[in-house]
Nanobody
Framework: QVQLVESGGGLVQAGGSLRLSCAAS????????MGWYRQAPGKQRELVAA???????NYADSVKGRFTISRDNAKNTVYLQMNSLKPEDTAVYYC????????????????WGQGTQVTVSS
């Protein structure tokens, strides 16, 4: 089974910074895209940022210019640097690995991390 282990969440004041990390493990051959989603109470899960194995990135309009996603393909790890945080960024942040190929397993699959809480106080 593929495991995604997230770290780096916490409590920060508005204007502060946090860096999230997510490491994928489990007989992985390749991962097409990795990304971060978030879900605030009473709201739907939404894409924050995503990055392909080739380095192409995609950001939600609400985080452009403040968040930066990066990736270490050799370590199957994705990072999210979050600067100038706002109270509205408060949510549980989930790591996603999409179109994952695994040793001895046919096909492509998607996996989710368990989520990490980010709380921004005003």
């Amino acid at each position: 089974q593929v495991q995604l282990v997230e770290s780096g969440g916490g409590l920060v004041q508005a204007g502060g910074s946090l860096r999230l990390s997510c490491a994928a493990s489990g007989s992985i051959i390749s991962i097409n895209a990795m990304g971060w989603y978030r879900q605030a109470p009473g709201k739907q899960r939404e894409l924050v940022a995503a990055i392909t194995s080739g380095g192409s990135t995609n950001y939600a309009d609400s985080v452009k210019g403040r968040f930066t996603i990066s990736r270490d393909n050799a370590k199957n790890t994705v990072y999210l640097q979050m600067n100038s945080l706002k109270p509205e960024d408060t949510a549980v942040y989930y790591c996603n690995a999409d179109r994952v190929r695994r040793v001895g397993i046919l096909g492509y699959y998607a996996y989710w991390g368990q989520g990490t809480q980010v709380t921004v106080s005003s």
